[in-house]
């Protein structure tokens, strides 16, 4: 992405990588608790049988879900997509 910058300013693809990161960051988690399951829910107790991953699912999940926001807003980067990619 550097590497296509030009005068200062970055590459307009670097906003298409951030918008499905962002995604597959999001979806990645969201699997991963539904996959869980009940198991995802964290709590402390002693003998717990659920796997320390498992329980982890949803705070990662929960913790994912800024990613669009930070590093600018989804809809931020559609619209520099949409201008300087499509010229919309």
Do not use: C
């Not at 307009?12 to 829910?41: H, M, N, Y």
């Not at 796997?51 to 989804?74: C, D, E, M």
């Amino acid at each position: 992405m550097v590497a296509n910058s030009a005068d200062g300013k970055p590459s307009p693809a670097s906003s298409v990588l951030k918008l499905r990161g962002s995604q597959l960051q999001q979806f990645a988690t969201e699997l991963l608790a539904e996959v869980a399951g009940p198991d995802s829910v964290p709590f402390e107790a002693t003998g717990i049988s659920s796997p320390a991953w498992a329980q982890q699912a949803v705070p990662h999940y929960l913790n994912f879900r800024k990613v669009t926001i930070y590093g600018g807003s989804s809809e931020v980067q559609r619209s520099i997509i949409a201008s300087s990619i499509l010229g919309l």
